[in-house]
C-alpha cells in the first residue's frame, strides 16, 4: 500500500494521496460505459481508431480498445502519441518526450478517440491536436478522460468522462491499475522532513 | 504550489553548450540516444517535421569547409521548424579580414539562439561562449573534438545492434571492442569517439602507424596496437579514419599505398573479421586508401546509415539544448 502511494512521478516529486476517488471496479465499470458511449454515439465502430496519450492514457487506451472489441466483435486500431514536440512550454520548461509515438495507420478519414487519464489545464490536449493534425485530417476527434478535474486554460471539453472531480489547483490526481486517487506532490527533501 | 511550480520538476540540464563529449556525461548521451529514437519515428513521417522549436533562429558558422556536417545540422534544425542561418567562411568578411570575434558577435547581434560552429583552431567554439549568448555547438574545432559525430556513431551501433537482436536491448555499447584506425593524432573523430564509446562501457583499441598516434594516451580509456591484423578477429566494431592527404607532406606517411597496405581495411582484412562485426567511417571515404572500394559497399558498413542518423542525432542536440530547459 505505502509503496502504490508514495509513487514517483514527476521525477524529483513524490505523489502523497490523500484519498481514493474511485476504486479499480469503478474505473473498470466507467470504461465499459463510456466505450458503450463511443459505440452509441458513433453507431458502431467503422471508422473508430483508439489513440493514448503518453503516457497515462496509454494503459487505459489499450483496456477501452479491449471492452470495445468485446462489446462490438470488431478489432478496433489501437496507437499511442507522445505531444512533446507539439507543446506550447517547450524551452520555459524541461520538456522531454516519454515515448515514442506509434500509430501504425492512417488517420484520414478516421474518427480518432484520444484518451488520456486527467484532463486538466487542456494543454496537453491541444498538444495532441496539433500532432494528429500534422499526421492528416481525421474525420472527427473525440476524447475520453477518466478524470475531468477543471482549470482549463484552453477552450477544451471531453467528450466521455469517467468521472468529473472537482479539485484544488494545487492538487494531484493520480490515476493507476489500483483506482484514482486524489493528493498532494511534494518535493522529496519536504517528503523527508515530515517523516 | 502553482501549475508553474508543479510543471517545473525536472531542471534545466547544466549544460548549455556542447563544445566536448564531456559535457555530456554517460545519463547526457543516453538522453540524447533516448531523444533520437524519438525523432527517428519523426523522421519516417510523411511530413517529417515537429514545431519544436518554432520561432528559435540556429546560425551555422563554418570556417572550414564542410558540405555534409552543415547540411545535416541545418536539415535538422528545419525538421525541428527552427530558422537557419547560414555563414561560411569562403563568402564572407573573413577574406576581407574580419576576425573570429567580430564575426559571431555580429551574427549573434541578429538574434540567434544556437550557433554551430566548425573551427580550424582547437578551442575555439569555447572561445566563442565568452563572446556570444547563443549556445554554442561544437561541429569541429581543430584537431580537439567532434562530439555530433560521436554521438551518432553510438547512435548508429545501438541502433544496428538493436535491429539484429530485434528487441530494446541494448541500451548501452558495454561488452564491445571497438577499433579505431588511422590517423588518431590529427583526428577530432577519434577524441569525441573514445570518449563517448568509453562512457557508454565500450572496449578501444586504437590502431595506428606510430607516427600518426598521439604521443601519450595516458588518461585515456584506452588500448594502443600497432598492428591492425593482431586485433582483427576480436573486434565488434572497425571504425576507419579518414586519411588526410595533406599529412603526407608531413613526412608522416610514406605513400598511400603502404598506408593501404598495413592499415586499410582491405578485401583479406574484412574477410577475417568477425562474421557480425560492423565497418564505420565519418566520410568523406577516400577508396582505396582506408578501405577498398568493394569492402565500403559490403552489407557490414554503415557508412550511409551514419549520415541518415546525424541529422537525427543533431535534432536530438538542438532539442536538448534548446528546448528542454530554461533560455
Request: aromatic share 4%; charged share 25%; hydrophobic share 45%.
Amino acid at each position: 500500500m505505502a509503496d502504490r502511494e508514495k509513487t514517483v512521478r514527476p521525477p524529483g516529486r513524490i505523489f502523497i494521496a490523500r484519498a481514493q476517488v474511485m476504486d479499480a471496479d469503478e474505473v473498470r465499470r466507467a470504461l465499459m460505459r463510456i466505450a458503450h458511449e463511443i459505440v452509441e454515439r458513433n453507431r458502431g465502430l467503422d471508422k473508430v481508431v483508439v489513440v493514448g496519450l503518453q503516457t497515462g492514457g496509454v494503459p487505459l487506451a489499450d483496456k477501452l480498445a479491449a471492452i470495445l472489441e468485446e462489446i462490438e466483435g470488431a478489432t478496433v486500431p489501437l496507437g499511442s502519441i507522445d505531444v512533446a514536440f507539439y507543446r506550447d512550454d517547450i524551452g520555459l520548461r524541461p520538456v522531454h518526450p516519454e515515448e515514442i509515438t506509434d500509430l501504425p495507420f492512417d488517420i484520414n478519414g478516421r474518427v480518432v478517440v484520444l484518451v488520456d487519464d486527467v484532463l486538466f489545464t487542456g494543454r496537453t490536449v491541444r498538444a495532441a491536436l496539433e500532432a494528429l493534425a500534422a499526421r492528416g485530417r481525421a474525420a472527427a476527434v473525440q476524447l475520453a478522460v477518466m478524470v475531468d478535474r477543471g482549470h482549463r486554460e484552453l477552450p477544451i471539453r471531453p467528450d466521455f468522462v469517467g468521472k468529473n472531480l472537482p479539485t484544488r489547483r494545487d492538487e494531484s490526481v493520480e490515476v493507476s491499475d489500483e483506482g484514482v486517487a486524489i493528493g498532494e506532490l511534494q518535493t522529496a527533501e519536504k517528503e523527508r522532513e515530515a517523516r | 504550489m502553482s501549475i508553474d511550480e508543479l510543471l517545473e520538476v525536472r531542471r534545466a540540464p547544466a549544460a548549455r553548450h556542447l563544445l566536448s563529449i564531456n559535457d555530456l556525461n554517460r545519463e547526457g548521451i543516453l538522453e540524447i540516444m533516448r531523444l533520437s529514437d524519438a525523432f527517428a519515428e519523426v523522421s519516417e513521417r510523411p511530413i517529417p517535421k515537429v514545431p519544436a522549436l518554432r520561432g528559435r533562429t540556429v546560425a551555422t558558422v563554418f570556417m572550414e569547409p564542410s558540405t555534409r556536417t552543415r547540411l545535416s545540422f541545418e536539415t535538422a534544425a528545419k525538421r525541428l521548424s527552427a530558422d537557419t542561418m547560414t555563414f561560411t567562411a569562403a563568402t564572407s568578411a573573413t577574406v576581407k579580414g574580419e576576425s573570429l570575434r567580430d564575426t559571431v558577435e555580429t551574427i549573434d547581434a541578429m538574434g540567434i539562439d544556437a550557433m554551430v560552429i566548425r573551427h580550424h583552431a582547437s578551442g575555439a567554439p569555447l572561445r566563442v561562449t565568452d563572446w556570444i549568448g547563443a549556445s554554442v555547438i561544437n561541429a569541429g574545432d581543430g584537431t580537439h573534438e567532434h562530439p555530433t559525430q560521436a554521438l551518432l556513431d553510438c547512435y548508429t551501433i545501438l541502433e544496428t545492434l538493436r535491429s539484429r537482436r530485434g528487441g530494446d536491448e541494448p541500451h548501452d555499447l558495454s561488452g564491445l571492442r571497438i577499433a579505431i584506425v588511422g590517423d588518431i593524432k590529427h583526428s577530432r573523430v577519434a577524441r569525441s569517439d573514445v570518449l563517448a564509446f568509453a562512457a557508454l562501457g565500450a572496449e578501444v583499441v586504437l590502431v595506428a602507424p606510430p607516427t600518426l598516434m598521439p604521443a601519450s594516451l595516458e588518461g585515456w580509456p584506452v588500448q594502443a596496437a600497432g598492428d591492425f591484423d593482431a586485433v582483427l578477429g576480436e573486434l565488434d566494431v572497425v571504425y576507419l579514419l579518414r586519411i588526410q592527404a595533406e599529412r603526407l607532406g608531413e613526412v608522416l606517411l610514406p605513400s598511400l599505398d603502404e598506408y593501404h597496405w598495413r592499415y586499410g581495411l582491405t578485401r583479406a582484412r574484412a574477410a577475417a573479421l568477425k562474421k557480425d562485426a560492423l565497418i564505420m567511417h565519418p566520410g568523406p571515404m577516400i577508396r582505396g586508401v582506408e578501405i577498398s572500394p568493394d569492402v565500403a559497399d559490403l552489407p557490414a558498413s554503415l557508412v550511409t546509415r551514419q549520415v541518415r542518423n546525424g541529422v537525427l542525432v543533431r535534432m536530438a542536440v538542438l532539442f536538448h539544448l534548446l528546448g528542454s530547459g530554461e533560455i
